[in-house]
């Protein structure tokens, strides 16, 4: 079984920042690309970020600037350091990864979900 829990998520003023991690753990051959999505109230999941297991990182145009993404092999760990952010940023936030867990088999693995909610 493979598991992604995610953590730091919580209300922080607009302006503020967040970190958020997401921790992979369970029968893992190897990852691939990881990365962050969001779900706003009434909203369609959306991407927000992702980072291949080599190459370069990818943002939506919405959080470019502001936004981090960044991993840890060694941890099998996902990172989003989140700044200036603005209630448009309020979501449930998911973390996403592409898991081989046998040379031959891999799956899309998806968080629990973490609400972050940017409120004055």
């Known amino acids: 079984q493979v598991q992604l829990v995610e953590s730091g998520g919580g209300l922080v003023q607009p302006g503020g920042s967040l970190k958020l991690s997401c921790a992979a753990s369970?029968?893992?051959?190897?990852?691939?690309?990881m990365g962050w999505y969001r779900q706003a109230p009434g909203k369609q999941r959306e991407l927000v970020a992702t980072v291949p297991s080599g190459g370069s990182t990818n943002y939506a145009d919405s959080v470019k600037g502001r936004f981090t993404i960044s991993r840890d092999n060694a941890k099998k760990t996902v990172y989003l350091q989140m700044n200036s952010l603005i209630p448009e940023d309020t979501a449930v936030y998911y973390c996403n990864a592409i898991i081989w867990t046998l040379p031959t088999r891999y799956g899309n693995y998806w968080g629990q979900g973490t609400q972050v909610t940017v409120s004055s």
């Open positions: 369970g029968s893992i051959f190897s990852i691939n690309a």
